[in-house]
T-cell receptor
């Protein structure tokens, strides 16, 4: 079965430290990869995407993601976390209109 | 610049009652989707539409019906609500999936509780 896995339900980091939110996918072919962020009582917002090209993708709010084809991973990173980055993060993979698979989400807690 | 608008934002239903969730988008997107979000399970696709007058089943369609009579609107109906349908429902829209700038554009969600 095709799926996207986010192995950590929660990630805790101190403000100013680097953060990583992990994502691995099991989707056939070469899927498009996305990261979305969800703030409380809000819909998901686009952060960044990978379709092709450089393995390091830069997105909104200083976030970046590293694509690794051999490990089928697409980890979200940020060099220096902010308290305002605290939110729920979703990874998604797919390429057909009805074939986007979402991970279960990772709650990021950034503490002052 | 409204994007995707969902109404209502909150609703409490009694078991067996019916209701319709409305999704409206003003971006002229062809594709529209209904997802439900449950703790620890991410988002699961209920139904989707690839254009006006078309609908198709997603991953968890049972207990739901949809209609897309106008391009900008996508309605999700619950004919006889059950407690298992307690969830947060998100509508999304897109143009060519994947290649579009933002993938999907999501609404802010409808929190439904069935008692």
């Amino acid at each position: 079965a095709q799926s996207v896995a986010q192995p950590e339900d929660q990630v805790n980091v101190a403000e100013g430290n680097p953060l990583t939110v992990k994502c691995t996918y099991s989707v056939s072919g070469n899927p498009y990869l996305f990261w979305y962020v969800q703030y409380p009582n809000r819909g998901l917002q686009f952060l960044l995407k990978y379709i092709t090209g450089d393995n390091l993708v830069k997105g909104s709010y200083g976030f970046e993601a590293e694509f690794n084809k051999s490990q089928t991973s697409f980890h979200l990173k940020k060099p220096s976390a902010l308290v305002s980055d605290s939110a729920l993060y979703f990874c998604a993979a797919g390429y057909n209109f009805n074939k986007f698979y979402f991970g279960s989400g990772t709650k990021l807690n950034v503490k002052p | 610049n409204a994007g995707v608008t969902q109404t209502p934002k909150f609703r409490v239903l009694k078991t067996g009652q019916s209701m319709t969730l409305l999704c409206a988008q003003d971006m002229n997107h062809e594709y529209m989707y209904w997802y439900r979000q449950d703790p620890g399970m991410g988002l699961r696709l209920i139904h989707y539409s690839v254009g006006e007058g078309t609908t198709a089943k997603g991953e968890v369609p049972d207990g739901y019906n949809v209609s897309r009579l106008k391009k900008q609107n996508f309605l999700l109906g619950l004919e006889s609500a059950a407690p298992s349908q307690t969830s947060v429902y998100f509508c999304a829209s897109s143009n060519t999936p994947g290649r579009s700038s933002y993938g999907y554009t999501f609404g802010s969600g409808t929190r439904l509780t069935v008692v």
